[in-house]
T-cell receptor, first 114, second 113 residues
Framework: QKEVEQDPGPLSVPEGAIVSLNCTYS??????FMWYRQYSRKGPELLMY????GNKEDGRFTAQVDKSSKYISLFIRDSQPSDSATYLC??????????????FGKGITLSVRP | DTGVSQDPRHKITKRGQNVTFRCDPI?????LYWYRQTLGQGPEFLTY????????KSRLLSDRFSAERPKGSFSTLEIQRTEQGDSAMYLC???????????FGSGTRLTVV
């Protein structure tokens, strides 16, 4: 079993839909939970990060972490065609410095249809 | 421009040849990471440097792989005697103390034929 499992894709939704992306993990030592967006032939870019359990909102994006269930989610409201990309969840023990190496899910490709 | 440059963007090589990739972070990036991403998978950690010191290496980094970061600035990743299984995107990321996480470069795509 991989340390981080991400819901398989691809996912195609109409513009304006609410998108829910999910990951589960097995390592209790993970404290930081991140969502990255990756466009084709580019490196991942950090969308949001959350420390421990809880919710975090940034514009149309909401990240949720439930450490008791080892489950994280990213919600995208009012999805736009420009949101079409691969979304990767990632986790680490620390956010910076020692033990900040990231363990990624395999990613899910999202397509938002106009 | 992400602040992390990688060169070349794409490398095609024959099996058995040696290849070297370069990563140039910005000066504030005291930590530098290498990851490998195969098609349809998330990036996997290879190694990381704190300034010029290589502090951790993954089991994925076989003895055919070597990474350096002389003087704590740019970094190189060399693969000797390439195999078809080495075909992947090699990503470099920089991190500055107190900043908001990693900044990834656009990667070097390696194709071994």
């Amino acid at each position: 079993q991989k340390e981080v499992e991400q819901d398989p894709g691809p996912l195609s939704v109409p513009e304006g839909a609410i998108v829910s992306l999910n990951c589960t993990y097995s390592n209790s030592a993970f404290q930081y939970f991140m969502w990255y967006r990756q466009y084709s032939r580019k490196g991942p870019e950090l969308l949001m990060y959350t420390y421990s359990s809880g919710n975090k909102e940034d514009g149309r994006f909401t990240a949720q972490v439930d450490k008791s269930s080892k489950y994280i989610s990213l919600f995208i409201r009012d999805s736009q065609p420009s949101d079409s990309a691969t979304y990767l969840c990632a986790m680490s023990r620390n956010f910076t410095g020692a033990n900040s190496k990231l363990t990624f899910g395999k990613g899910i490709t999202l397509s938002v249809r106009p | 421009d992400t602040g992390v440059s990688q060169d070349p963007r794409h490398k095609i090589t024959k099996r058995g040849q040696n290849v070297t990739f370069r990563c140039d972070p910005i000066s504030e990036h005291n930590r530098l990471y290498w990851y490998r991403q195969t098609l349809g998978q998330g990036p996997e950690f290879l190694t990381y440097f704190q300034n010029e010191a290589q502090l951790e290496k993954s089991r994925l980094l076989s003895d055919r792989f070597s990474a350096e970061r002389p003087k704590g600035s740019f970094s190189t990743l060399e693969i000797q005697r390439t195999e078809q299984g080495d075909s992947a995107m090699y990503l470099c990321a920089g991190e500055a103390t107190g900043r908001n996480g990693y900044t990834f470069g656009s990667g070097t795509r390696l194709t071994v034929v």
